[in-house]
Each structure stands twice: as C-alpha cells, then as structure tokens.
C-alpha cells in the first residue's frame, strides 16, 4: 500500500526561500507542496482551507507576524504541526514559538537533510530544534527545576495540609470537623500530629508559623486548597 505523502504549506514571505525549500522538501519524496502564503494572514486562512500536516513557518512576515499566525493554526487545528524554519535564535522568539504550539524550531541556514529530517519527525508528533535550540530548552528547563521552591513543610500529609490551612484561619476543631466531615477526634490527631510535625507546642505557635509559610490567607469561609 502506498504511503499518502505529507502535505506541506511554507510560509514565508521571500519567493526565492520558497523556491528552494521546495526544492528541499521535493527530494523527500513524500512530501507535497499543498500552497504557499507570503503574509502571516494568508497563511492562517490557508492552513484553514487545506488543512496540511505541516506547516513550515517564518516568524518575521508581513500582516500577521509567525508567532500568532502559529497560535491561530494551532488553536483551530491541533493537529497540524508548525515547525518554525527563521532567522532569529535569541531565547525570547524561541519559547514563544513554543508557546504558540510550535513542534519544531530551525534556523534558516540549516542544511537540507536537517530540514526534512525536521518535517518527518514533527509529522510524526516528536518535538525537533536545531543543536544549539536545543541545548538552551533543555538548560531553561534544567533551571526551572532547580529553582522552584519546594512545599512548605513537606512532612505533612494531604489532610494535615487541609487542617493546618483551616487552624491558621483560626478555626477551631468543631467547625474543621464540620468542613471535612470528620470526627472531632480525628481533628484533634491531626492537630496534635501537625504540632509534632512543625516542633510547636500549642495552637498559637502553630497558627504563627503556617501563616509566616501562606497559609490561612485565603477568604475565611471558603474550602480549603
């Protein structure tokens, strides 16, 4: 059974790059130029109207600039990959790219076994960035690991978690045994597990220490988070 071959609109608003990405992509073999679009607009109603399964995008065009072109294909059709063929590789064109729901993202330069290596996998629902792209997405992400905070006091439970939200807002047993439909005896372990667990000894120094960690700061009444 032959393969269907993939559909492929380029935007991008210089004839002469358009020209030879076909050509580039002609010697895939299964790939086909479904249309072409010179503005940002005209790609958007084209992606629309053809419904390709790739979509090679330039970021600088004219009337609609590629990043929300990008976001209003994607937005209409998920299932079309946009993979971002441009000049620009500083950090804030890449990650906007990616929020727009980009797949992939090359810098024009990029040598023509790389860009149809780029088509296929993104095609195929893999993520694709040039080498030096990819180093930086991966240390972004390696740095948003590492800096993000863990929870304040980690050694609670869930549930110690909800009646410490609930004693920092100053309610008392009754009323956190209504909210959690528990039995005040089960409250008053919890309370008294959060107290060995926070190295405080009554209620007061309990209250004190979960709201200096944010807690007991949302609208009294409301449920716990």
Avoid: C, W
């Amino acid at each position: 059974m032959t393969e269907e071959p993939l559909r492929v609109l380029i935007a991008d608003d210089h004839p002469v790059f358009r020209d030879g990405l076909r050509g580039v992509l002609a010697t895939m073999g299964t790939a086909e130029v479904v249309a072409e679009a010179a503005t940002g607009t005209d790609a958007v109603q084209a992606a629309a109207d053809l419904q390709p399964d790739v979509v090679v995008m330039d970021l600088h065009m004219p009337e609609l600039g590629g990043i929300e072109a990008t976001r209003r294909i994607v937005g209409a059709s998920p299932h079309i990959a946009v993979l971002v063929l441009t000049m620009s590789d500083d950090d804030d064109s890449v990650f906007a790219a990616m929020q727009a729901g980009a797949r992939g993202y090359l810098v024009k330069g990029a040598g023509p076994t790389d860009i149809v290596r780029a088509v296929r996998s993104v095609a195929s629902g893999d993520a694709i960035f040039g080498p030096g792209i990819a180093e930086r997405v991966l240390r972004f992400f390696a740095a948003a690991r590492s800096s993000a905070q863990p929870p304040a006091f980690p050694a609670l439970t869930d549930r110690e978690r909800e009646v410490l939200e609930l004693v920092a807002r100053g309610e008392g047993n009754a009323t956190i045994a209504h909210k959690l439909a528990v039995s005040q005896k089960t409250v008053r372990n919890h309370v008294s597990n959060i107290f060995l667990k926070l190295q405080v000894a009554d209620r007061a120094q309990a209250i004190v220490r979960a709201r200096q960690a944010g807690f007991g700061q949302s609208i009294p009444g409301s449920d716990p988070p």
